[in-house]
């Protein structure tokens, strides 16, 4: 049986104003993680908060009592430098580090914001740091990136190389509220074929008119922000998303 749902409503469409507030409800009305967006303006072009924020908003959400478990803040790290940030987001209250493969294959060494490195990371070698720093790891990849590129490192001999969770990116990373990419799925299909216990994670225009196709392809970790935080009743709408997954659980 593939893994439960797991409903992940994306902070970046909450209430700003109010955001440890929203944050808490959301989970009160059935979320199982918050989906944080940490974008730094050179990966992607666009920009939205970092560590200090994630600091004052896990103040709000108990920490999970289990790996995956429910209160996960589960960080999308849309950075150009993923392992500069590990320690400090560790610190901050990050549970599950999600960085893009795009980003580690050109990105340096360097262990925080300020040490200088010479030296290139590799997707393998930033898992480890993050499991060595006490979180689980993820690793996203862009709709212009093959499926393909996942394989080695999601079959490396030592587990402490291989990611906790893959995401596929059903939209350009950068901004909420795009239309979503069918065009992903073949991804995802591929993905739960080859590898019927990971987590597989979709983010980008989900809803309760997508959410169909993307749990027919085999993803189990739903992100959604607009059709949650913008629905008159957001239990109801993450309880459909979450019976959409479970439903096709095979």
């Not at 970092?50 to 009592?65: D, E, F, Q, W």
């Not at 590898?195 to 809803?207: A, K, M, R, T």
């Not at 196709?213 to 309880?239: C, E, H, L, R, T």
Request: net charge negative; hydrophobic share 40%; aromatic share 6%.
């Amino acid at each position: 049986m593939s893994p439960a749902a797991i409903i992940a409503p994306s902070i970046l469409s909450a209430d700003f104003g109010a955001l440890g507030n929203a944050c808490s409800t959301t989970i009160t009305q059935g979320a199982d993680w918050l989906h944080i967006d940490i974008m730094d303006g050179h990966f992607v072009p666009n920009m939205t908060f970092g560590a200090p924020v994630v600091t004052k908003i896990r103040s709000h959400v108990n920490r999970p009592n289990s790996a995956l478990g429910k209160g996960t803040f589960d960080c999308h790290m849309m950075i150009a430098e993923p392992k500069r940030w590990v320690k400090d987001f560790q610190k901050a209250g990050c549970d599950l580090y999600c960085f893009h493969y795009e980003a580690a294959i050109s990105s340096t060494a360097a262990e925080d914001p300020v040490t200088h490195s010479e030296t290139k990371t590799s997707p393998k070698e930033l898992i480890r740091f993050i499991h060595d720093n006490g979180m689980l790891a993820g690793i996203a990849i862009k709709p212009d990136t093959p499926v393909n590129v996942l394989w080695d490192i999601l079959e490396s001999s030592d587990k402490a190389d291989r990611p906790d969770m893959a995401l596929v990116m059903t939209v350009h990373p950068g901004f909420g509220g795009q239309k979503f990419m069918v065009s992903e799925l073949p991804k995802v299909k591929a993905l739960r074929q080859r590898y019927p216990d990971l987590n597989i994670e979709v983010d980008g225009g989900l809803n309760e008119s997508t959410i169909d196709q993307a749990a027919d392809a085999g993803a189990n970790v739903i992100v959604a922000g607009s059709a949650v935080f913008g629905a008159k009743d957001p239990a109801d709408v993450i309880s459909k998303l979450r019976e959409a997954v479970e439903s096709r659980r095979g």
